[in-house]
């Protein structure tokens, strides 16, 4: 094979490599490897050190040993559950190799009869004789295996043998293209960054394996990460491109809206009102996301922003995730601009066709100014007349791919606001959503104090109950999370049907029950019930966890809440606490907590801020786990881990805001791009 000059050749089919036939190439399909840059990230997992073999009488036991042995016997035996095992041995003395779960016929593969082969792992000691179970294993049949003195090992699917595979990642170090430096010198200077290639080779050698803070692993997840961010870059700066026909307004009437609420905006809303404005104002197409906590107060930066949009005679959609906060957004709305001349109506899955139709009528004669409903109703045949603004209330599950369609939805003259009570890292939030522009509300209301936070074992019930008793005759109102709807002989956590009818027995006539397995009428009449206080208590599966606003609700206790994750138990005790009144979760729980359980109730307990949480939820969970990162369209990052290059990730975030300040002409890096399999996208929006 020629050694190639250009990075395309990495982007070859692992068919062009010598010894390479369909056989192998479907077996490294299975590994989701098809190219030969696909083959630079399967990494190996250990090594095996040549340096410490061992004679069968020197090995140690509990110690992971390598030692070369001659096969000398199979026992397969013929009874399930029953191990294999390998008799080896050397000229010291027998081990036994014992395997589950592999099949005979493979064993007899790797393992040949009367040949010599290098086993690595650690060492037992089972009737008498040493033994190795599920261990490396090389062919010593290879010269090479002979040779080098430390070998890596890779997990490869059954049927591909480790000669095969190192022949192939062999041929690709060898031919490395020369590959001309995408990123500035003056970066690669500043942090020390290794060559491409020369960081490629590296990451391959066994002695590197651990070493994720050296400079030619940092260069890679830079590499990595900032393909990414380029991406996204080039998605917002397509976006930006649109043009549209400004929107005119004076703010008289939102200035009268404002100084009619019975409190006052925050600086920090206000600065987003002003932010939102701008855009609406500008020439070219608004794509922003609110990104604020739970009970921060987005819904009436929303609305006011709705009313500027209307006031320049423009019509404005707003869609919730569900028909109850559809339908609670709704409700504000008609209330809040109640003395005005505007037309508002709300699309659920209920309403009879008749009404419907008329909807659907009146939108494309722009006789409704704004309407609202879930997701799903603006899917399709929902035409408006001159549609000048889409907000999409707790919108977390969109990934990239589906926020650029988004975009383009309403026309060229509509904006689109985005709204999220999800906090994300700050080291994610680019990855995330580095295609918009964003807003922070990090400023909670003034009259807001923070949710106080306990946790009590299962057995003080008791304690609770008397102090829901006192806290309901202050008129205060009370959720109550079970995990389960219906009890489960399989799952040891409390129901929310048994515990309706415990609490209905304390509390006779005062108790509602909502869950998922309710119809949606149902569901929203046992809400408004709560919400006009003929219950006191709610209790409820996570179904309120997305935006419900019940401002009398200050008490929540959350049941077997160490089987939640931090950022939703966050999410729950933002239901409460949403007035001035104390707000106050309790976090339940069986005995025997679990050390990871200790610490997310204890950080829940220390902060109400949900910024800090998501970081900490991260660090605790992995960064596999976030919301919404998953669904964010990007693909897992082969290196890059947040938690662990939290550095690099900012790093990258300062590299693009220069490489978009500096205009600084994206070829450069389109090798990268290519790479990393971006390039398809950014081809597909331009
Ligand atoms: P979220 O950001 O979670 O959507 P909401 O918009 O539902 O929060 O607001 C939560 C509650 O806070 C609502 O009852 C709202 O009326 C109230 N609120 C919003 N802004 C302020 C403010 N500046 N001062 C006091 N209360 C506010
Ligand atoms: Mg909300």
Not at 100 to 112: A, M, T, V
Not at 273 to 288: G, H, P, T, Y
Request: with cysteine; glycine share 4%; proline share 3%.
């Amino acid at each position: 094979m020629e050694n190639s000059k250009n990075y395309k050749y990495l982007l070859n089919d692992i068919s062009v490599l010598k010894r390479v036939g369909k056989k192998t190439k479907d077996l490294l399909k299975k590994k989701k490897i098809k190219n030969l840059f696909d083959v630079l990230w399967n990494l190996p997992h250990s090594y095996t050190d040549r340096t410490l073999e061992k004679k069968v009488n020197e090995l140690e036991i509990g110690k992971i040993c390598t030692v070369n042995l001659r096969v000398i016997k199979y026992n397969f035996p013929r009874i399930r559950n029953l191990p294999n095992k390998v008799v080896c041995e050397d000229d010291t003395g027998k081990l036994d190799i014992i395997f589950f779960n592999s099949r005979e016929g493979y064993i007899r593969k790797i393992l040949p009869l009367n040949q010599n082969v290098l086993i690595s792992g650690k060492i037992n000691y089972f009737k008498n004789r040493y033994q190795i179970t599920n261990p490396t294993y090389l062919s010593l049949e290879s010269q090479e295996n002979n040779i080098k003195k430390i070998l890596p090992n890779y997990s490869l699917t059954e049927g591909l043998s480790e000669k095969v595979y190192r022949n192939i990642i062999d041929q690709i170090l060898q031919n490395l293209p020369k590959i001309d430096e995408w990123h500035l010198e003056e970066t690669i200077k500043k942090n020390k960054f290794d060559k491409w290639n020369e960081s490629i080779i590296k990451l391959h050698d066994p002695k590197n394996l651990d070493k994720t803070n050296a400079n030619f692993y940092k260069r890679l997840v830079f590499d990595e990460i900032l393909s990414n961010f380029i991406l996204l870059s080039e998605i917002r700066k397509k976006i930006k491109k649109i043009k549209k026909k400004p929107k005119v307004f004076s703010n008289i009437k939102s200035i009268d809206i404002i100084n009619s609420l019975k409190f006052e905006l925050t600086k920090n809303q206000n600065k987003i009102i002003k932010e939102i404005d701008f855009d609406l104002k500008s020439k070219n197409k608004m794509f922003r996301l609110l990104q604020g906590d739970v009970g921060s107060g987005k819904t009436i930066i929303a609305l006011i922003c709705a009313l500027n949009v209307i006031d320049s005679n423009y019509q404005v959609s707003v869609m919730a995730p569900t028909e109850i906060l559809a339908t609670q957004h709704y409700k504000l709305a008609k209330n809040l601009f109640r003395k005005l001349n505007i037309k508002i109506e709300l699309l659920t899955g209920k309403i009879d066709r008749k009404k419907r139709k008329e909807i659907l009528t009146n939108l494309k004669d722009q006789k409704i100014d704004i309407l609202f409903g879930t997701h799903a109703i603006f899917q399709k045949n929902v035409l408006f007349k001159k549609l000048g603004l889409i907000i999409i209330d707790e919108q977390h599950k969109f990934g990239v791919k589906q926020r650029m369609s988004l975009s383009q939805k309403g026309g060229a003259d509509c904006d689109i606001l985005l709204m999220s009570a999800t906090p994300i890292p700050r080291t994610l939030m680019m990855s995330v959503y580095g295609d918009m522009d964003i807003s922070r509300l990090t400023e909670k209301p003034s009259n807001r104090k923070n949710v106080l936070t306990y946790s009590k074992p299962e057995s003080k019930i008791e304690e609770i109950i008397r102090f829901i008793k006192k806290e309901i005759k202050l008129d205060n109102q009370v959720f109550w999370i079970c995990p389960l709807i219906n009890e489960s002989k399989k799952i040891d956590h409390e129901s929310a049907i048994k515990k309706h009818e415990f609490l209905e027995k304390v509390f006779p006539k005062k108790v509602g029950l909502i869950h998922g397995g309710l119809s949606k009428e149902d569901k929203e009449n046992v809400l408004k019930l709560f919400l006009e206080k003929k219950f006191l208590i709610l209790v409820s599966t996570t179904v309120i966890e997305v935006g419900i606003d019940i401002p009398n609700a200050n008490i929540i206790i959350i049941e077997n809440s160490n089987k939640f994750g931090l950022s939703q138990l966050h999410q729950l005790r933002g239901r409460v606490g949403r007035s001035n009144k104390q707000g106050v979760c309790i976090l339940m729980y069986k005995k025997n907590l679990s050390q990871n359980a200790r610490k997310r109730i204890n950080i829940l307990k220390s902060t109400n801020d949900g910024f800090v949480i998501a970081d900490d939820d991260m660090k605790l969970r992995g960064y596999g786990d976030i919301l919404g990162f998953k669904q964010s369209g990007i693909k897992d990052f082969k290196l890059a881990d947040p938690v662990l290059h939290s550095k690099l990730f900012l790093l990258a975030e300062k590299e693009i805001n220069k490489i978009e300040q500096l205009d600084i002409n994206f070829n450069r890096y389109m090798p990268l791009l290519k790479l990393y399999d971006l390039a398809d996208i950014i081809n597909e929006i331009n």
